[in-house]
Structures are given as C-alpha cells and as structure tokens.
C-alpha cells in the first residue's frame, strides 16, 4: 500500500517536472555573433541545408539550439557524441521484454532522440559530432541526406517537413576531439564559427545567468579578467569557459550572502574561483591542477583589495 502511494506521488511529481520542463524560458543573449548565428540558422533552415557549429566549450552552442527551437515553438531532442554512442542510440532499440509480449512492432519500439525529432518534426542537435567512431558518423548520411531512417523490423520513414538537424563541435585541434569523416562533412553544407564573446557581452551573460544577486560592475569586472586571463596563458590547453565565469559568480555571491556580508570582497571571489577552475581548466601535461590554478588566482588577483 505504501508503495502504491509512493508511485502514485512519484508519477504526479514527475507529471510537474515535465511540464516545468517544457514551459522553462531559454535564457540567451541575442547580439553580436549569437544574433548572426541565429539569422545563419534560419536561412540555412529556409534553404534546405545543415549546418554545423564550431566552437571551444561552453560559448553557447547547444544552448542557440534550444532557443532557437522554442522560438520556433518546436521540440528540441539532443545528444552528445562519444566513443560509446551507438546507431541504435540515435534511432532507437526494441525493449526485449516487450518483444517478448508484444513482438516486434511500434509498442516494442523505444526511439532515440534523432527518431523522435524526425517523426515529430522538432530540431535536432548532435553535440562533440567529431567525437563519434566514423561508421556512427557514417550512419547519419541517410537522415542527413535523404531526410529518410530505416527502422529495423519497421520500416523506412520520412522525416517530417519540420526536421532540422544540427551538428555542433569542438574545435579539431582540442584534445580527444577527432575528424568528421568525409562522407558527413560533405552533408554539411554551412559552418558557423562561435568564439569567446566581446567582454561586455560576456559580462552580460554572466549577469543574466545570476539575476538573484546583486552583482555590481567592479565584481563582474574582476571575475572577467580572471577568467579571460585563462585564455593567453600557454600552460593552459582549455581555458574557463562562459559557464566557469557563471559559476565563479554564483559561488561568491552565495558565499557573501552566506556570511551576510555586504560586499563581495576579492578574497571571496579568490576562494570561489580555486574552487572552480581547479577542474574547469585543462592544464599541458606534467604540470599539476591546484598549485597552477592557486599561482593564476594569486597572479591576477593578489594585488587588488576588496570589491
């Protein structure tokens, strides 16, 4: 009886969450290179084309695609890419115990992410695409191409009209990352650079993604340079993204507001940012996380007083 109940309440939370889910505003600020990235994405829409998106991490890639999908009031299905995706991730798999009962037809069937935005007519993104093994890049030539899908057992369908695949990547030269093969990068047919924003742009994501606290300019000001400084040091092969100055941010405020401060003072900021660059960052080999991230909070903030 109890287990009943508990299932019940765990089926009307869940109830909640999907819809807090599908009624939550994308945040994204829509200037500069984002707006033309926005624009890029329509016209190649409108043209009939695929586009892909490069960039390092965390400037925003999958989060274009999002917006860009609830603007359009569609859905958006999504997955990222690594040695372990599989064909069947993307399109789907019979579940064997529902085959049992049922045999294999649609009942059986549990689509993927790439499936179910082709059939529902929704944008999908195919996150670090250059990281997949070539022949699950190679299995994307159909959709990609033909806007058709075999669906073992099934049968072939066409996506509908509304389908918009999108891929996104890391720059080929980062670590881990490796090359689209040939045939795929031949089905995409556009390619939109996004690098690290304007430094009021990014102030102005980092505000927005933190409207809780009152975060002043010379705040702001300071979490930028530590986290821009990251970016020209040689000792760093990924440097903080967007995201870690959002974090750094975040973790501050709520550290002040935790020892009812008034202000956020550098000392805090140092604390927040040791906390978390020391695994935002990607450091060359041989040269050891902490010490490296506590000498680059001290470097750049050592010499300024409080905020």
């Known amino acids: 009886m109890a287990q009943d109940k508990e299932s019940l ?23 500069e290179q984002y707006r033309e990235a926005f624009d890029i994405l329509s016209d190649c829409e409108n043209a009939g084309l695929i586009p892909g998106i490069i960039g390092p991490p965390g ?24 040695e372990g995706v599989r064909p069947s991730h993307l399109i789907g798999s019979f579940n064997p115990a529902l085959v049992l009962k049922k045999g294999f037809n649609l009942e059986s069937f549990e689509p993927g992410p790439l499936l179910k935005a082709m059939v529902n007519g929704g944008v999908f993104g195919l996150n670090e695409c250059n990281r997949l093994p070539e022949y699950v890049q190679n299995s994307l030539l159909e ?70 606290y009152n975060l002043t300019d010379n705040t702001l000001e300071t979490i930028y340079g530590l986290v821009s400084s ?17 974090s750094i941010a975040r973790l501050s405020a709520q550290m002040t507001k935790r020892k009812k401060e008034k202000v956020i003072t550098h000392s805090t900021i ?15 080999p ?15 903030l050592g010499s300024s007083k409080g905020s």
């Open 9 to 31: 309440q765990f089926a009307v939370s869940f109830e909640e969450r999907l819809a807090a889910a599908t009624d939550e505003k994308v945040n994204i600020v829509v200037k």
């Open 143 to 212: 959709p990609f191409e033909e806007m058709t899908a075999n669906v073992q057992r099934l049968g072939r369908i066409k996506a509908h009209e509304d389908f918009f695949p999108v891929i996104t990547m890391n720059p080929e030269e980062m670590a881990g990352a490796h090359r689209l093969s040939e045939a795929l990068r031949d089905r995409i047919r556009v390619w939109i650079r996004l690098g690290y924003p304007r430094k009021e742009t990014e102030i102005e994501i980092v505000k927005m993604n933190a409207p809780e």
């Open 286 to 300: 041989g040269i050891d996380p902490l010490p490296a991230v506590n000498n680059l909070v001290r470097r750049v």
């Open 270 to 284: 140092s604390t927040a940012a040791t906390y978390v660059l020391t695994g935002a960052l990607r450091f060359r």
């Open 230 to 246: 990251t970016r020209a040091s040689t000792d760093i092969e990924i440097p903080a993204s967007i995201r870690a100055g959002i």
């Open 59 to 82: 400037v925003g890639k999958t989060l274009i695609l999002r917006a860009y999908a609830q603007r359009s009031k569609r859905s958006f299905a999504w997955i990222t890419g690594d």
